[in-house]
């Protein structure tokens, strides 16, 4: 790997500042290209859960698991990134079901310990509303999506990385070869190109003639003004998860993705603020501060594509649905990829190949 080469990462959100970071440290000049400066648009609406919970195959679990643990290494590199693993208490799913979660994920090695009403209660103290049966696992946590993505820049930044504001035109091309992007009407040369821009990578994956099969759900989450300790952890209730900020507020949604938002975004809005209110005890100063609606970038599959776009040499795609979780990991993946060649074995799945282009 030359420590010259020139990458431009397009989208300034988790997946973007996390390529940008390790690109730098790597030792390539990195340029960051973004319409929205730093945070990116569904970042700072994220849930921000770090797990490798219920609902995915072993093939993406391993996937998981690896970026948890590459999120304590990130700590360590990067002190002071607002990261907390505080833990999460889920009852989601029907008892039967919670059951076989626990059974399957036990086999592959998660942390999960079967509690009940008792135990729930002193894990989480303030619940107006305990399970007869939830699952307990302390190895989940949070990082503070805007705070650590603005960390990952600054640092970035400090390591000779530029940061750019601005609309991507297009991808410039010469002989199918990336050769960089045009901003604003302004070519900024590179050797390669990865587009990491969220719910905006579609439309400049298409300058380059390249298709992402990509949906953007939109996910309603309510945040409560500033208040005392009610949570210790993440809490993962039947039609509501929650969790508490390290600035005190209260965010929740119907699930960690948000729900619909509906016709009346709102209205929905302040409904889901009451039912998070009544679900904690002693909440009755707990004010309605805002509501965010944030669009998931989600491939069809539901899940990630971290790969080289074939056909077009020096293009890198990485857009993801998980981003809190797998940014650490798909950054220092993707990193190894696009300088040195290297692709780990926890990406073969992830190709955008495997959509047919």
């Known amino acids: 790997m030359s420590s010259a080469k020139q990458v431009i990462v397009i989208g300034a959100g988790i997946i973007g500042a ?21 945070g990116g648009v569904a970042t700072p609406n994220s849930f921000a859960w770090i797990n490798a919970s219920w609902g995915n195959p072993e093939t993406y679990f391993r996937l998981r698991i690896r970026a948890m643990a590459e999120w304590k290494r990130l700590a360590n590199d990067l002190p002071g990134l607002p990261l907390a693993w505080c833990g999460g208490l889920c009852w989601d799913l029907p008892a039967d079901r919670l059951e076989a ?7 592959w090695g998660y942390g999960i310990e079967r509690v009940g009403r008792e135990q729930a209660a ?6 107006a509303e305990l399970p007869d049966f939830a699952l307990y696992v302390a190895q989940e946590g949070v990082a503070e999506p805007a705070a650590t993505t603005k960390a990952l820049l600054a ?3 400090r390591r000779g990385a530029r940061i750019v504001t601005g609309t991507v035109d297009r991808v410039a091309l010469v002989n199918g070869k990336v050769t960089g992007v045009v901003v604003s009407g302004e070519t900024i040369g590179a050797d390669d190109v990865v587009i990491a821009a969220g719910a905006g990578a579609p439309a400049i994956a298409a300058t380059a003639d390249i298709k992402l099969p990509i949906e953007t759900p939109p996910g309603l989450i309510v945040h409560s003004r500033p208040s005392r300790k009610l949570l210790n952890g993440l809490v993962l209730a039947d039609r509501l998860h929650m969790r508490q900020t390290t600035e005190g507020r209260i965010i929740a949604g119907s699930d960690f993705g948000g729900g619909d938002p509906g016709d009346h975004p709102e209205a929905a809005a302040r409904e889901l603020f009451a039912a ?8 009755d100063g707990l004010e309605f501060d805002f509501h965010t609606i944030g669009y998931r970038p989600t491939p069809a599959d539901g899940f990630p594509i971290v790969s080289r776009a074939e056909g077009v040499g020096g293009l890198y795609i990485a857009v993801t649905h998980s981003g809190i979780t797998l940014a ?3 950054g220092l993946f993707a990193a190894r990829e696009v300088l040195d060649g290297e692709r780990d074995a926890l990406l073969e799945p992830y190709g955008l190949a495997r959509f047919g282009q």
């Not at 979660?101 to 086999?107: K, T």
């Not at 998070?276 to 909440?283: E, I, N, S, V, Y």
Request: a neutral charge; proline letters at 4%.
């Open 18 to 38: 996390s390529i940008a970071w390790h690109l730098t440290k790597a030792g390539a000049r990195v340029t960051v290209v973004s319409t929205s400066g730093a």
């Open 101 to 107: 979660y626990a059974v399957e994920h036990l086999s």
């Open 122 to 127: 002193r894990i989480e103290p303030n619940l």
């Open 155 to 157: 640092d970035a930044e």
């Open 276 to 283: 998070t209110k009544a679900m904690l005890r002693d909440a």
């Open 328 to 330: 650490p990991a798909v």
